[in-house]
């Protein structure tokens, strides 16, 4: 759901809005007009100074509800552009060892998950891409391969692989790569499609954590565009899916659980103060037994 006020809280307006530049070949190293524009496409992570507090009010502005995912994302992407501000101030910050803010959203479907990410990239003025991870395969020869995320977040940028760099990728239906626990006893996890979606699994972890991808003009094969290539390192990737039965799964894990420390504590009452026919316990005993069953 939406709805529009006039004027954000404070009077603080977005972020002025980037230029949108394709890639058309030009912009050779060392030319001051390809220096200008990778400057200007970093204005985003320059001119950034939000505070949680004011992401969450300008996501308000457009979004009902959801408050727990608001604080969540706004949190992360302030320390994400906080970061790559400072990174861009320092290059020694960015050398540095830094753990990203990655988000997972959960949330049956319908319930503004996408919506909410396109909104707050949209007030950022960021570059972001987003995509369905059931369209990825291992190989790429059938489906995309999961590198074309970092593709086309550099598609995005307009081109400036620095202000990529920095960027939002938003992978939705992730849930749907998760093989299913019945699964697992079969040979080689059970066949079908668990062999590869583990695989995109994998492929997804090494660019989430820290990937070097060849950016370059897509089917050229050129070896100029295989020298131009983009790290995942600073990349802040957000996550999301429905997760159908992890809550039923959950209920079930704490049910099992409560009935095995259940026999637990009615096999140390029956050790520690048994009772011949027709005798009483000591409720004192049993209350003192239980008190220690829960302590430990």
């Avoid at 604080?71 to 994400?80: E, K, M, N, P």
């Avoid at 080689?188 to 590869?196: A, D, F, K, T």
């Avoid at 600073?234 to 009935?259: K, P, T």
């Amino acid at each position: 759901k939406t709805r529009s006020r006039h004027g954000a809280p404070g009077g603080r307006e977005p972020l002025p809005e980037l230029a949108a530049r394709r890639r058309s070949g030009d912009g050779a190293p060392g030319d001051p007009q390809a220096a200008e524009d990778e400057h200007a496409s970093l204005a985003f992570v320059r001119n950034f100074s939000m505070k949680p507090r004011e992401v969450v009010a300008q996501l308000d502005e457009f979004v009902i509800g959801q408050d727990a995912a608001k604080r969540v994302l706004a949190v992360a992407v302030c320390d994400h552009f906080n970061h790559a501000r400072r990174c861009l101030e320092d290059p020694a910050v960015a050398e540095a060892e830094h753990a990203k803010p990655n988000v997972l959203v959960v949330g049956p479907t319908g319930s503004g998950k996408t919506f909410l990410v396109r909104t707050l990239a949209r007030l950022l003025n960021a570059p972001m891409v987003k995509a369905d991870a059931t369209k990825f395969s291992a190989t790429g020869f059938v489906g995309r391969d999961t590198e074309e995320l970092v593709r086309d977040l550099a598609d995005a940028a307009g081109g400036h692989l620095a202000a990529a760099s920095h960027g939002i990728v938003y992978v939705d239906e992730v849930d749907k790569l998760c093989t299913s626990r019945t699964s697992l006893t079969g040979l080689l996890g059970g066949g079908g499609g668990s062999v590869n979606t583990r695989d995109v699994q994998t492929s997804l972890l090494k660019l989430m954590e820290d990937a070097d991808v060849a950016i370059g003009a897509r089917g050229s094969g050129s070896a100029e565009g295989a020298a131009q290539r983009l790290s995942t390192k600073h990349v802040l990737w957000i996550f999301s899916g429905a997760f159908n039965d992890m809550h039923r799964q959950l209920h079930a894990d704490e049910s099992a659980e409560d009935a095995h420390f259940a026999d637990l504590d009615a096999q140390a009452l029956a050790a520690v103060a048994p009772k011949a026919d027709g005798a009483e316990v000591d409720d004192v005993a049993v209350e003192e037994l239980a008190a220690a069953a829960n302590a430990e």
